[in-house]
């Protein structure tokens, strides 16, 4: 007689981290107020804004911790067409990645502009927030459109 | 320092795809040619080092198939970075230098084809503030050519002069995977890919893999009639966000250029491994060569990029032009990261 399956062991088995990681004294401030609309920047010890915010200085490696809140409005400072979106990016339809330097920033972020047509892009026009109906903390609870 | 050169070296040929072989069949046949090229066996290897991405493979621990080219077994001294090989060439030199090693082989090998290279590429981004937005390779370089282009840094003509250079001279280069004879105003006609960056401003996508053979001292004279001696070599990181970097120049390359003491002296041949035209054009300043420099004499990654191997190739490009006496200085280059975020610097001298 073979053995039936019917007995055969089994166990449920969900691929995941079991464990749940802090995004520390900078970033987690940072997302929970993206949450709340509202976009925090780092101040280095020479007074310029980093956004977004690092702990550590990227050129002298001193521990920063002083959050301020910028702008959710900005400039753009360089793009780049994304003509066909892959399926995991933000947009189904074309859009671009941009740097943008949000008022109140020194540096600027990349991120996203749903501008609708290549030919609305261009290095120095305004942008701003446009912020999800539902905020859960994270980068994606925005992207940017011409302001 | 003990003075140490790179004795052997093979490669791959750069291909699009590798439909039939797995990394370690592409892998096989460089190391056994390597073995013939040098007649040294794994046995005589006192360190074996190798650079992959698990990402590319879509696997964790990938890269530990790897040694099945080589062979594990008697047991071997071995590492692994998840860089390109290049970088695995740094740590074995680092590995003689300490004196815990007269001979090493080094490879690296990747197979992007499995996947799609510029979104995979995304998760090397912060993982937190960026990679969520999945931005592609080709939208991350594009920002940095833009900000090249528009703040007068360079043209695009430059930009479709690097392209053409190097596809002319990878012509000469079986391995190489685009070659041919490109000017300057077709590639201009080209439409954009992704706006500013038209197709012969980016690398191929290809799948091999290459191998080099370090060794110190006498060692080294026995199995090179003209070793190439390693004379310098630094890597430096630069901050991964882009909005804190200066995209204008490679501020990385310039400064591990310095430690490996680039301007000492002519440099007769330099290999590039930089992805996009506009990278190459801001390598080539950073490195501070002139006119008397032949730039990618094998085409460079513009002609063939096996990720994770083109780093070290570029190395090993070096050497055979000095071991053949067609070159007495020579440096490389290697990448690693977002527009040039980290960048290997080697120079390499023959007697």
Partial sequence: MSPTLEKALTAPHKLEYTYKRSLGPVLSPFFTALRDRRILGVKRRDGRVMVPPKEYDPDTSESLDELVEVSDEGVVTSWSWVATPRRQQPLDRPFAYALVKLDGADTAFLHVVDAGDEGNMETGMRVKARWADETTGMITDFVFVPA | ?351
């Fill in chain 2, 1 to 351: 320092m003990r003075d140490v050169a790179v004795v052997g070296f093979t490669q791959s040929p750069s291909m699009r795809s590798e439909p039939d072989r797995n990394e370690v069949e592409i892998l096989i046949p460089v190391i056994d040619a390597l073995r013939k090229q040098t007649g040294l066996t794994s046995a005589d290897m006192d360190f074996i080092c190798s650079g992959s991405s698990d990402y590319l493979a879509g696997s964790s621990f990938a890269f530990v198939s790897g040694l099945d080219a080589v062979g594990a077994w008697p047991p071997v001294c071995e590492s692994h970075v998840e860089m390109d090989g290049a970088w695995a060439l740094y740590e074995a030199w680092v590995k003689i230098q300490m004196g815990y090693a007269d001979t090493a082989l080094v490879y690296g090998f990747g197979k992007p084809s499995m996947g799609d290279l510029p979104i995979t590429m995304a998760l090397q981004l912060d993982p937190y503030s960026v990679m969520p937005l999945w931005p592609d390779t080709l939208s991350i370089a594009g920002l940095q050519a833009r900000h090249c282009l528009e703040k007068g840094i360079l043209t695009f003509e430059q930009m479709a002069a690097a392209a053409a250079r190097d596809r002319g001279h990878a012509k000469g280069n079986p391995n190489a995977q685009v070659k041919g004879d490109f000017t300057v105003e077709g590639i201009l006609a080209e439409p954009f890919l992704a706006n500013p960056l038209r197709k012969s401003d980016c690398a191929p996508i290809s799948d091999g893999a290459s191998a080099i053979v370090l060794a110190a001292g006498d060692r080294a004279r026995e199995l090179s009639k003209r070793p190439a001696w390693i004379r310098g070599i630094e890597h430096i990181c630069e901050p991964m966000d882009l909005g804190v970097r200066d995209l204008g120049r490679s501020r990385s390359t310039e400064m591990a250029a310095a430690k490996a003491g680039v301007g000492k002296g002519k440099i007769d041949v330099a290999e590039l491994s930089a992805p996009f035209t506009h990278q190459e054009i801001l390598v080539e300043r950073a490195l501070g060569l002139g006119p008397d420099t032949k730039v990618n004499p094998s085409g460079g990654a513009l002609a063939g990029n096996p990720l994770m191997a083109v780093g070290l190739s570029r190395i090993g490009e070096c050497a055979t032009r000095i071991w053949s006496g067609e070159a007495d200085r020579a440096v490389a280059h290697a990448t690693s990261g977002p527009c040039l975020q980290q960048n290997l610097v080697c120079v390499l001298e023959g007697e």
